[in-house]
């Protein structure tokens, strides 16, 4: 299910709850809504601070045109959008990460194709292993 299902359905769900708890003059709408934006933000802050290790974790294995970077995070449940991506591709060519070619087009003009370089590469091995420890922590205080 993707975020704006959630965000519908759980503004539903909360609407039906605060009518009843109002009924019983407990809580209100807007104290509800509040908690609700709350998450989202911190919902929107995770992904965030994930989206990086994402992308190069999209590029690893071959040089990748935006439209693909997009559709592997789309195919991962990482809804991103091109004015998300490249400024954070931008970035990360300017770190030395990743470089470009361009590459000719069968239906339009040169295309820029994304690689790792031997920094990119080196950096993601070292995300990989933090991820990797700090998915066992979380994991540990989550069961």
Sequence with gaps: MILREWIIML???FWCINNYLA?????CYDQIMETINDILIKQAQMRKGLLGYAVLCSIKQDEAYTA????????ADL???????????????????LEYKWKESTS???RKYYRLTEL??????ELDKTWKSLSKSINKLTK
Excluded: A, H, M
């Excluded at 009924?23 to 809580?27: E, L, M």
């Design 120 to 125: 990119g590469d080196s950096t993601l091995v």
């Design 108 to 110: 339009g003009p040169p």
């Design 79 to 97: 809804i991103v959008v091109e004015g998300t991506l490249y400024p954070l591709l931008n970035r990360f060519k300017r770190e030395g990460l």
């Design 68 to 75: 693909t970077i997009l559709e592997t995070l789309k195919k």
């Design 11 to 13: 503004s539903i769900l």
């Design 23 to 27: 009924s019983q003059g407990t809580i």
